[in-house]
T-cell receptor
Framework: GENVEQHPSTLSVQEGDSAVIKCTYSDSASNYFPWYKQELGKRPQLIIDIRSNVGEKKDQRIAVTLNKTAKHFSLHITETQPEDSAVYFCARNTGTYKYIFGTGTRLKVLA | DSGVTQTPKHLITATGQRVTLRCSPRSGDLSVYWYQQSLDQGLQFLIQYYNGEERAKGNILERFSAQQFPDLHSELNLSSLELGDSALYFC?????????????FGPGTRLLVL
């Protein structure tokens, strides 16, 4: 189908622990996969993205992995901090210029 | 601050009315996207424009329409408003509107239909 399945919908972790969010898709035309962080009432902000010619990308405490064969990609946040608490959305592009977003993961980092 | 601006920030109106939401893209960006985010929902793609021309369409209702002007700002028109149209409406922009380009989001317009 067209949708991106995102799991889990909610995630609570202790400060300092790691958090992993996974998204799966079925459209083989997708070749760009951004991740956005959205705080309550604010705009989505790009935190990391990956293109299909690489399998992993890292930026400090945040990393994204892509398995194009299995059609899934994941966001990894290490050493979580309370300010990481937010809703995270994955997305994929399509063959027709539009983006499809996942349903979001509400991450709560407990101090 | 992404450089994308949207006005107004908040809008309260009644059912049956018509409203216009405005978006100015980042300097140099030619493409504009509109998204709808209902309460506790994900982002639903509505429509994309590139340099004044419609490029892609999502599940945009017939009561909604949009356009991009020569100065590249865009307007989203919502008419015959219903309670269910209450949502956050985001505009995003990118340089060329390519399939693998990053989209930068504006602060959104919160629409409340009473």
């Amino acid at each position: 189908g067209e949708n991106v399945e995102q799991h889990p919908s909610t995630l609570s972790v202790q400060e300092g622990d790691s958090a992993v969010i996974k998204c799966t898709y079925s459209d083989s035309a997708s070749n760009y996969f951004p991740w956005y962080k959205q705080e309550l009432g604010k705009r989505p902000q790009l935190i990391i993205d990956i293109r299909s010619n690489v399998g992993e990308k890292k930026d400090q405490r945040i990393a994204v992995t892509l398995n194009k064969t299995a059609k899934h990609f994941s966001l990894h946040i290490t050493e979580t901090q309370p300010e990481d608490s937010a809703v995270y959305f994955c997305a994929r592009n399509t063959g027709t210029y539009k983006y499809i977003f996942g349903t979001g993961t509400r991450l709560k980092v407990l101090a | 601050d992404s450089g994308v601006t949207q006005t107004p920030k908040h809008l309260i109106t009644a059912t049956g009315q018509r409203v216009t939401l405005r978006c100015s893209p980042r300097s140099g960006d030619l493409s504009v996207y509109w998204y709808q985010q209902s309460l506790d929902q994900g982002l639903q793609f509505l429509i994309q424009y590139y340099n004044g021309e419609e490029r892609a369409k999502g599940n945009i209702l017939e009561r909604f329409s949009a356009q991009q002007f020569p100065d590249l700002h865009s307007e989203l028109n919502l008419s015959s408003l219903e309670l269910g149209d209450s949502a956050l409406y985001f505009c995003a922009s990118s340089v060329y509107g390519g399939r693998d380009e990053t989209q930068y989001f504006g602060p959104g317009t919160r629409l409340l239909v009473l």
